[in-house]
């Protein structure tokens, strides 16, 4: 459950009362998440409306001074009709406070659900969301460097060690080696580049039917190139939760969504299958370093790094290249 930090009522109350919100009716901690604490808060104006709105209190994983940039982004976002929520500012403006050493912020709640098993019609609507986001973002004037980019792996990787990486999965150390040469000899370095989410998986968007209502989670948010975020996006949404099986039809959707907003120039086309290797190995490092690294009486379970060596694996293949076009 994803509530590290206990709060009593008063303490919230005080909380809420730095925001010009109404009074706190309710505070109930959400489960879902596992690297901040969030409460579904519920408040009552004096005109007797109901508002309900996010309170998360960010923990060690969300280094505070890049909330600044996640933050403004959101309502950076938000104000050009993307579907993100709006951060609250308190009552001196302010996008963020601090309680107890730790920083809090009080989101918009945006309704809808996260989806399990993405329709086609749902996989066009995400790639549409993120072409509008890519679009938005590009005058927003904040940078923030990628602090899961190629270095990162390398470096979480190398942390997991071949005897660790072995454990997981005879082979694994090989595949990886073999992997990581190839992304570093060929990663580009002249794509379009721009804020991207780089986190933009099932659980990080809210539907309503077919609808994308919110876009969520924007705490890997990062300046980098714009189709890897693409990447990042199929990776996510275009295989089987184990990465056995690929999707077709949700691929050629979301490409289809994506480009109906924001056409991929032929160059970015090209390193697709690159990028998409990238980012394949941009969530096996985190969840191998994860998977060697959680404690076993953790609350969380670590999420199966097999699922993103077989994409990787899918993606490497050169007879798959073709998967992005829409
Ligand atoms: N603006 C919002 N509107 C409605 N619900 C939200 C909003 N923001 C977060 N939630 C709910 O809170 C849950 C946790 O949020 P989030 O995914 O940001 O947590 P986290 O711990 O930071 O994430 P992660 O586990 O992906 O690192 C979401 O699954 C969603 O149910
Ligand atoms: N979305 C990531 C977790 C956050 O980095 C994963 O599924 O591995």
């Known amino acids: 459950m994803a509530v590290y930090t206990r709060l009593g009522a008063e303490e919230m109350a005080a909380i809420i009362a730095a925001f010009d919100v109404g009074t706190l009716i309710s505070a109930k901690g959400i489960a879902e998440g596992v690297s901040n604490s969030n409460w579904l808060i519920e408040t009552q104006d004096a005109q007797g409306a109901l508002h309900r709105f996010i309170l998360t209190v960010y923990e060690t994983r969300t280094d505070t001074a890049d909330l600044p940039f996640f933050l403004d982004l959101l309502d950076h976002l938000a104000a050009r009709d993307c579907p993100v929520p709006r951060t609250i500012h308190d009552r001196n403006g302010a996008s963020h406070r601090f309680h107890e050493g730790k920083a809090l912020a009080l989101i918009e ?67 990886v080696d073999r992997e990581l040469a190839a992304l570093s000899s ?73 480009e109906s907003v924001r ?50 694996e899918f993606y490497a293949d050169p007879a798959n290249a073709g998967v992005f076009s829409s």
């Open 109 to 175: 709640f945006l309704p809808g659900i996260s989806v399990s098993e993405p329709t086609r019609a749902q996989a066009r609507a995400v790639g549409a969301a993120l072409a509008q986001v890519h679009l938005a973002a590009a005058d927003f004037p904040a940078e923030r460097r990628n602090s899961m980019g190629p270095d990162a792996w390398r470096q979480l990787l190398g942390d997991c060690g071949s005897e660790g990486l072995e454990s997981i999965h005879p082979g694994l150390a090989a595949i």
């Open 186 to 258: 060929g990663w580009p370095s002249d794509l379009p580049s721009g804020v991207i989410h780089a986190d933009l998986f099932p659980d990080n968007v809210l539907m309503l039917g077919d609808e994308v209502t919110g876009l969520i989670d924007f705490y890997f948010a990062c300046t980098d190139i714009t189709a890897y975020d693409v990447a990042v996006t199929h990776a996510a949404w275009c295989f089987s939760a184990d990465g056995a099986g690929f999707l077709p039809d949700l691929s050629v959707a979301l490409m289809e969504g994506y």
């Open 263 to 312: 056409p991929l120039s032929q160059m970015e086309r090209d390193a697709l299958p690159l990028l998409a290797q990238g980012a394949a190995m941009r969530f096996l490092a985190t969840r191998a370093y994860d998977w060697l690294n959680t404690p076993n009486d953790a609350l969380v379970t670590p999420k199966d790094p097999m699922a993103f060596v077989r994409r990787l």
